[in-house]
T-cell receptor, first 111, second 114 residues
Framework: KQEVTQIPAALSVPEGENLVLNCSFT??????LQWFRQDPGKGLTSLLL?????REQTSGRLNASLDKSSGRSTLYIAASQPGDSATYLC??????????FGTGTRLKVLA | EAGVAQSPRYKIIEKRQSVAFWCNPI?????LYWYQQILGQGPKLLIQ????????DSQLPKDRFSAERLKGVDSTLKIQPAKLEDSAVYLC????????????FGEGSWLTVV
């Protein structure tokens, strides 16, 4: 059974810092892994999708890496901004393309 | 293209009452998911459909929850009777197929059971 852990659970940083959010998962037999953003009262927005054969994926100030064999993924946020404040969730897809979520990292970027 | 539509957005019911949530996925998306997200937790998969067949419902509390997807398009999730611990956001999501493409979420249906 896939279990996903995200560290840290919460993070508060001043604007401009580079951030590292960590995700670990127990079942390495995944098809892909997605990082999502969730704003309060909203649904989830996909940020990055990394296929199992890829090592990393980039979109703007976001970079996600995947080490499938060790069951780890990392989301890097460069030059953080107050608008980045949200909860970040990772979800590996395994089995029948089920996406299993971690509990998320609540990020607050202070102006 | 239109996103995943869900209704109602908010619902407050008393325990032991019933409630139903509706989801309209993105047009042409074969796979539909229902997730339950309790405050402070990540979403938990309740049920996964491909077209109108159930792929996985291993975490659906079948004594009180039911879901169906008619004609492989819209889906409804029903809770009867509701318990206090069912208070959560119910998120519907869809994906074009099962080959690992991006999954798209609706904004959720917020349920409070009092």
């Amino acid at each position: 059974k896939q279990e996903v852990t995200q560290i840290p659970a919460a993070l508060s940083v001043p604007e401009g810092e580079n951030l590292v959010l960590n995700c670990s998962f127990t079942d390495s037999a995944i098809y892909n892994l997605q990082w999502f953003r969730q704003d309060p009262g909203k649904g989830l927005t996909s940020l990055l999708l990394i296929q199992s054969s890829q090592r990393e994926q980039t979109s703007g100030r976001l970079n996600a890496s995947l080490d499938k064999s060790s069951g780890r993924s990392t989301l890097y946020i460069a030059a953080s901004q107050p608008g980045d404040s949200a909860t970040y969730l990772c979800a590996p897809a395994s089995g029948t393309y089920k996406y299993i979520f971690g509990t998320g990292t609540r990020l607050k970027v202070l102006a | 293209e239109a996103g995943v539509a869900q209704s109602p957005r908010y619902k407050i019911i008393e325990k032991r009452q019933s409630v139903a949530f509706w989801c309209n996925p993105i047009s042409g998306h074969a796979t539909l998911y229902w997730y339950q997200q309790i405050l402070g937790q990540g979403p938990k998969l309740l049920i996964q459909f491909q077209n109108n067949g159930v792929v996985d419902d291993s975490q659906l509390p079948k004594d009180r929850f039911s879901a169906e997807r008619l004609k492989g398009v819209d889906s409804t999730l029903k809770i009867q009777p509701a318990k206090l611990e069912d208070s959560a956001v119910y998120l519907c999501a869809s994906s074009p197929d099962t080959s690992g493409n991006t999954i798209y979420f609706g904004e959720g249906s917020w349920l409070t059971v009092v």
